[in-house]
């Protein structure tokens, strides 16, 4: 058996890497600035100078870098040679698209490089022209241009903003200082074109980055060899307790996580043991008086509970039990409040009468399913030749029930504990929402509206351990309730 454990435990490695790399390129690469939700105040530079423009940058990339986001995404990256190696040093991420998406058209880098930087002085030109009345629309018309070519690949879409602001600086003679600027995007632009490499395309590339990448960062923390900045102060490092900085609370994960997965774990707790306790028995008893009016009862009442949907009985709950018109037996919402060096039985029962319509609300759906798997197993056993043996030999039903079928009964529930550990940190999204109750279910719902990325990487790897956690907790179960089932050779 200890041969076994050791061997499941080693593979967790491997699959919680893949799990990790996995939800760590989804959550990389799904839609959003987390560094623009950061920063508090807007720093486009819009509407200003150059200078507003660069200390708008700078903030930016001071934050980004503090992130890790300055670094490649992985260890290594396996492109065309018409990519470039350090496309990630782009700050902006619908820049850096525009930018992948023309490599790939033309197959020529260090062209498209060249056609960026021009629109970037472009950019620049454009934010010094004088401002006044007569040169509001123009102004307008020429930004916008300017993100075309950013945001924009398409030949077409390209050309006509070229154009455009062609005619609009012409057309205006205050605004003609930023002429030689549009003239070496219009000539940089045109010789990316003249000059296209399609065939670097069909050459593969490995691009080798080592330890100084996101990945690497966000899992192991920073390598000492890291040449450390003043700016750079904000670490991370999941292996070792460091889960990063929420994105909108800018907050360590890690507090947050541990201010409210105590009371996801409390609830879940009670909520799972009063659920095996009472239905266990339930379905013991159904199945040894199966087709019984008790059993008929005991079934359709289940049935009943299990169809009502939880938010809605924790609506009617709090209208109803919670003060207003009706009864005033629970309180309505959150958690107890109460001080440190309060008695360790007043703290429980302050608990205890906030948390009960919750857990009454997340137990009664339970009892059902797993009632009705205890029945089933129950039933298979109690057919079994050995039972017949045992009830032969007159031995007391009690005793055939609780010693003979019941522990080979067990399986199929065991089976469900498997699903009880990330439970357990899931918590229940609604009744936390409905009962305001800090849990990890609120928790990792908000960070998805949210889109707070390091916040539902590590919730989602917390289920992903604990996961693996109760399938290993279950194969050992199973050993020790059934002899029959051995992990070891013989």
């Not at 600035?33 to 508090?40: A, I, K, Q, R």
């Not at 899931?426 to 707070?452: H, N």
Request: aromatic share 14%; net charge positive; charged share 15%.
């Amino acid at each position: 058996m200890l041969k076994y454990i050791f061997t499941r435990v080693l593979f967790f490695i491997p699959t919680i890497f893949a799990i990790s790399l996995l939800t760590f390129v989804l959550m990389s690469n799904a839609p959003g600035d987390p560094v623009e939700n950061m920063l508090t105040r807007n720093q486009g530079g819009e509407g200003g100078q150059s200078a507003d423009k660069i200390a708008g940058e700078k903030a930016y990339d001071n934050l980004r870098k503090k992130l890790g986001l300055n670094l490649p995404m992985f260890y290594f990256s396996l492109s065309s040679k018409a990519s470039s190696d350090t496309l990630y040093k782009i700050a902006k991420p619908d820049y850096r698209k525009t930018l992948e998406r023309l490599s790939y058209e033309t197959g020529n880098w260090p062209l498209v490089q060249d056609y960026y930087q021009s629109v970037r002085q472009l950019e620049f030109a454009i934010l010094d022209l004088p401002k006044d009345s007569s040169t509001v629309t123009p102004l307008i018309t020429l930004r916008s241009a300017i993100s075309n070519l950013y945001l924009n690949y398409q030949d077409a879409v390209i050309t006509h903003s070229l154009d455009n602001m062609t005619k609009v600086l012409h057309q205006q003679p205050s605004l003609q200082g930023a002429l030689p600027a549009l003239k070496n995007v219009t000539g940089a632009y045109a010789n990316l074109m003249n000059h296209k490499t399609f065939w670097k395309n069909y050459i593969p590339s490995l691009f080798w980055n080592g330890t100084k990448c996101q990945y690497h960062r966000w899992l192991f923390g920073d390598a000492p060899w890291f040449s450390k900045s003043e700016d750079e102060t904000l670490s991370s490092g999941f292996l070792r307790g460091d889960f990063g900085i929420s994105y909108f609370a800018k907050r360590p994960v890690s507090s947050m996580i541990w201010e409210s997965i105590w009371y996801t774990m409390l609830i879940s707790f009670v909520a799972i043991l009063l659920t095996y306790v009472i239905s266990i028995p339930l379905g013991v008893y159904s199945a040894v008086n199966k087709d019984t009016p008790a059993d008929q009862a005991i079934s359709t009442s289940l049935f009943v509970l299990y169809s009502l949907p939880n938010f809605w009985i924790a609506t009617l709950g709090i209208f109803f039990l919670c003060g207003g018109d009706y009864l005033n037996i629970f309180p309505p919402t959150g958690v107890a409040d109460y001080d440190v060096s309060d008695p360790l039985f007043l703290k429980i029962g302050m608990q205890a009468y906030y948390l009960a319509l919750p857990l009454i609300c997340w137990t009664y759906g339970s009892f059902a399913y797993l009632s009705r798997q205890m029945r089933g197993g129950m039933l298979a056993v109690l057919r079994q030749d050995y039972i017949r043996t045992a009830q032969s030999k007159g031995l007391e039903k009690k005793k055939v029930v609780w010693k003979h079928a019941f522990r080979n009964s067990l399986l199929p529930v065991i089976t469900i504990f498997s699903s009880v550990f990330p439970a357990m940190i899931g918590g229940s999204v609604v009744l936390e929402f409905i009962f305001t109750i800090p849990g990890m279910g609120k928790l990792g719902f908000g960070a998805v509206l949210q889109r707070d990325y390091p916040v539902i990487l590590t919730v989602t790897m917390f289920s992903a351990i604990l996961t693996l956690v109760g399938y290993l907790v279950s194969d050992i179960l199973y050993a020790v309730v059934d002899p029959r089932i051995s992990y070891s050779k013989k």
